[in-house]
């Protein structure tokens, strides 16, 4: 075929080499077959890179196609076969590729059973939706099976604990620290190198001296109070990365000495796995994604463990598709409120898009001034940062 009837746009004549590798590139988007337009064959590599996509997404010589056009994919629904192909997968593309396409293969070919399998387990690239997909199977899985997808989700749990601790720490100590400062410290107390950096714009030059007018000093032992954070996590099927990085987030807090961390999570019924704590993957292995979703009942079981509401933080982390009583869990975050709690929704804990929620229910909450949003965990260090010291949140 001529060069100017490609997708390339390359006008007519011989292809250059740029113009070959823009084929090349098409030839790979649309999977081969008469109708792709480029009369380009690949070779090598390309070649079984295409076989790996064509076996998921059909159209190249790895997959199938129906007699109507329409592209379907296929790995034979065997174990040997999937196994064959993670392997590939994971030769010929990079880490965040091999992800997307095993969530895809487990979504579009019903591939979750064969997760069951530990040989399946130890082929797989570990990332969050893998997690998520091993808690939903939890139950069903075999004995055979469990230390291998344990050893998987702890690949991943350290992996985010590596990322996200030390910051955490890092953003929640100096907020308690700052909470914890008087402006009336008695003379042992005093804070000497940030009442003086206080103090800059009050040095008199002639008297080469600072004029103290605001005292900086720390709080005493026996006055500080130690803050108390409820992270109440909804584990319905979609909140599965949610679930995730809550339960890291929870272990990090509980390491704080200054912290006292509860977590609990939900469905239709409660679960208190805050003595699961010091292992986040006990807590992962603890819930049982998917189900119905009681936000109500999950409030009334926190707000029944409140002892200090004025030093009490409580996070709120679901999508708010309510199954229990509407305007008895609205009832229930007034009172908290109220009572001096500070109070965080958040409509998901994760690095993906905007997520589905239930905007009636948010906005009803945001007047009662807990506004609802989305919140990276990167973010979350900072809104816990300013629900600690009562500030605004900073809502993306």
Known sequence: MRATESP???????????????????????????????????????????????????????????????????????????ARWLGDIRT??????????????????GLASLLLEPEMLEAVEPDVHLVGTLLSLNKAMPDT??????AVVRKVVEQLE???????????????????????PRHHDIDWDRTIRANLKNYLPEYRTIVPERLVGHGRASQSVKKEVVLCIDQSGSMAASVVHASVFGAVLASMR???????????????LTDRLDDPVDVLF??????GTDINRALA????????????????ISDLYEGGIRDEMLKRVAAMKGAGVEFVTLLALSDE????????????????????????????????????????????
């Not at 099976?145 to 344990?150: F, G």
């Open 162 to 184: 590596k990322r996200l601790a030390t910051r955490t720490r890092a953003t929640l100590t100096g907020a308690l620290d700052r909470s914890a400062r008087t402006n009336r």
């Open 286 to 291: 603890g819930t049982q994604l998917g189900g």
């Open 8 to 82: 390339a746009g390359t006008g007519g004549g011989v292809a250059t080499g740029g113009d070959a590798e823009r084929l090349r590139r098409w030839r790979m988007v649309l999977g081969g077959g008469e109708a792709d337009g480029t009369g380009h064959t690949l070779a090598g590599q390309d070649a079984a890179m295409d076989a790996a996509l064509g076996a998921l997404y059909g159209g190249g010589s790895g997959g199938a196609r129906r007699s109507s056009g329409e592209r379907s994919a296929g790995l034979g629904g065997s174990a040997p076969n999937v």
């Open 92 to 109: 010929y593309f990079p880490a965040p590729v091999v992800q997307v396409m095993q969530r895809d293969a487990i979504e579009r070919l």
């Open 145 to 150: 099976t469990k230390e291998t997808a344990r």
């Open 258 to 272: 200054s912290i006292s961390t509860r977590l609990v999570v939900f469905d239709t019924a409660v679960v208190d």
């Open 353 to 396: 898009g905007a997520p589905a929620y239930d905007r009636e229910h948010a906005a009803a909450l945001a007047a009662l001034g807990a506004p609802a949003f989305a919140c990276t965990p990167d973010l979350f260090p900072d809104v816990m940062a300013a629900a600690l010291e009562k500030r605004p949140l900073p809502v993306p």
């Open 301 to 316: 079981y926190c707000q029944s463990k409140i002892t200090r509401p004025a030093d009490t933080v409580v996070v709120l």
